[in-house]
C-alpha cells in the first residue's frame, strides 16, 4: 500500500496561480470522486478508492492511497504524475505550468506533511488553528464521497489525533500572530489608526468574523457586513452593533467605506475594476485599503493599478505575521519531535497492513488442513481403530501437509533463494517449548 500527496500551497505558487486550482467548497465531493475515477482508468495507480481534497486559500492538496502496480521507483513516479495532470485536466490548466509549483510527497513524507499541516507548522500563520478545521472539512467530503478508506482513514484520524497532542503540549501558538491580526496592521500602514475610519467585511464566513473581532477591537466609525444572504449579514453585524447590507447594494455603497476586507467562496470576482474607479471619484480620491483573502480573489487585480487603491492579497500578509518567529522555533522543534514519533508509529501500522491477507490466507489453509486430517481420523475411529493408532495416524498426517509446502519450495529453488529459504524456513517452523 502506498500513500501520496501532491499539492501546491503558499510556499510554492502565487495566489494568480493558486486561485486556478482551488476547489470551491461545495466541488470537494465532485472532485473526490473525479479523481478515483481518474485513478482507476489508469496505469498508475491500480486500486485508487481512497482519495481526500483539501482546499483552503493558502493550499490545494490531494491525498491518495492505493496499490501500485509494483513497487518500483518508476511506479511511484507515474502515480506522482497521473496525480499532477488530474489537478491540471480538471482546472483545465497546462500540466506544463503547473508542475513546477506542485510538491509531491510519497509514502512517510505524506504522512508527516498531514501531521505538519493539521498542527499548524506548515501555515502562513505557523501555530493557526484554522486549518486544523478546514482539514476536518475535507474528510467529511471525502467519506461523504466515498474517498476514505481503511488506510486514509486511519491516517486522517491520526493526523487529528497528533494536532491535538502538539496544541496541548507545546506553545506553538502561543507566539503567533493570526491573519486578522496582521489584517488590522496592514490597514494601519495606510491609516494611522482603525479609529475613525468606515469599515466593510464582505462575506460572513469563519476568517470574515475572525477579522472583524479584530477591527472592532480598534473601535472603527462604522462596521458593515456585505453578504448575498442578508440575514447571515445582519447576525454576524449585530455582534459589533454594526450595519448588515446586500452585495448587490456594493456598487453604490463601496464608496462610503475606507476599509475593505473580503473573503467569500466566489469562483468569480465580485468586485470590478468599473466600480471601484466609481467608488474612487465619488470619494474624491480619498485612499481606500482593500484587502483581498478569498482563493479565487474577490477583487480584480487591475484594481490595484488605481491611484489611491492600496490593495493587498493573502499572500502579502506573509512578512506581517512572520513577527515573533524566534520565540516559537523552540515549539516547532518539540512539535516536530512528536510528529516524527507518530509518522513512524503510522507507517510500522501500515506495514504490518500489508502481512494480514498472507496470514489470513495461512490460517484458512491450515484450517482447510486440520479438517481434512480430522474427518480421517473420524472415519478411523468408526471402523473400531485405536485411539492411539488414530492420534498417531492424525499427527503424521497434520505434520506431512504443513510440511508437504516448505519442502516443495525449498526442491525447487536454485542459488541464492534456495540459500535464504534455508536459513528462513528453520525460524518459521521453531517452536516454543
Known amino acids: 500500500m502506498h500513500m501520496l500527496t501532491v499539492g501546491i500551497n503558499h510556499t510554492t505558487a502565487p495566489v494568480s496561480l493558486r486561485e486556478k486550482v482551488a476547489f470551491p467548497a461545495d466541488q470537494i465531493g465532485q472532485a473526490v470522486m473525479a479523481a478515483r475515477a481518474w485513478f482507476s482508468g489508469g496505469n498508475a495507480i491500480n486500486m485508487a478508492d481512497e482519495v481526500a481534497v483539501l482546499s483552503t486559500c493558502n493550499r490545494t492538496e490531494l491525498y491518495a492511497a492505493g496499490d501500485l502496480q509494483n513497487s518500483l521507483g518508476g511506479a511511484i513516479d507515474a502515480a506522482i504524475d497521473s496525480t499532477a495532470h488530474f489537478l491540471a485536466h480538471y482546472h483545465q490548466l497546462s500540466y506544463s505550468d503547473l508542475r513546477p509549483h506542485l510538491y509531491t510527497l510519497p509514502q512517510d513524507n505524506a504522512v508527516r506533511h498531514a501531521f505538519h499541516v493539521a498542527s499548524g507548522l506548515d501555515s502562513m500563520v505557523l501555530g493557526e488553528a484554522q486549518i486544523l478545521g478546514q482539514m476536518k472539512d475535507a474528510v467529511r467530503h471525502a467519506e ?111 464608496g462610503n467605506y475606507d476599509i475593505i476586507v473580503s473573503s467569500t467562496a466566489s469562483s468569480l470576482p465580485i468586485i470590478g475594476l468599473g466600480m471601484v474607479e466609481r467608488a474612487v471619484k465619488a470619494r474624491r480620491h480619498k485612499p481606500m485599503f482593500m484587502l483581498d483573502l478569498a482563493v479565487p480573489r474577490d477583487i480584480e487585480s487591475e484594481i490595484g493599478r488605481l491611484d489611491d487603491i492600496f490593495l493587498y492579497t493573502v499572500d502579502d500578509l506573509g512578512a506581517v505575521v512572520q513577527t515573533g518567529m524566534e520565540n516559537r522555533q523552540a515549539a516547532v522543534a518539540h512539535a516536530k519531535a512528536i510528529i516524527e514519533a507518530r509518522v513512524h508509529s503510522f507507517m510500522h501500522w501500515v506495514d504490518n497492513r500489508v502481512v494480514v491477507p498472507v496470514i489470513q490466507n495461512l490460517r484458512e489453509s491450515s484450517e482447510a488442513m486440520r479438517r481434512m486430517e480430522l474427518e480421517r481420523a473420524r472415519k478411523m475411529l468408526a471402523k473400531g481403530k485405536d485411539i492411539e493408532v488414530v492420534l498417531e495416524a492424525l499427527s503424521k498426517g497434520l505434520t506431512a501437509k504443513f510440511m508437504h509446502g516448505p519442502q516443495q519450495a525449498l526442491h525447487n529453488a536454485h542459488g541464492d533463494e534456495r540459500a535464504r529459504l534455508a536459513t528462513l524456513l528453520p525460524q518459521l517452523l521453531r517452536t516454543k517449548r
Open 144 to 254: 461523504a464521497a466515498g474517498g476514505l478508506g481503511t488506510y486514509l482513514h486511519q491516517l486522517f484520524q491520526r493526523t487529528f489525533a497528533v494536532a491535538k497532542e502538539v496544541r496541548s503540549t507545546t506553545e506553538i501558538g502561543a507566539h503567533s500572530v493570526s491573519m486578522a491580526a496582521a489584517a488590522v496592521r496592514m490597514s494601519e500602514r495606510i491609516f494611522d489608526a482603525v479609529a475613525g475610519q468606515h469599515v466593510l467585511f464582505i462575506g460572513a464566513g469563519e476568517m470574515i468574523e475572525l477579522c472583524a473581532t479584530h477591527f472592532a477591537a480598534q473601535n472603527p466609525k462604522s462596521l458593515t457586513v456585505a453578504n448575498r444572504t442578508l440575514e447571515r449579514a445582519k447576525l454576524l453585524s449585530h455582534r459589533f452593533n454594526g450595519q448588515a447590507i446586500r452585495l448587490a447594494d456594493l456598487p453604490i455603497e463601496l
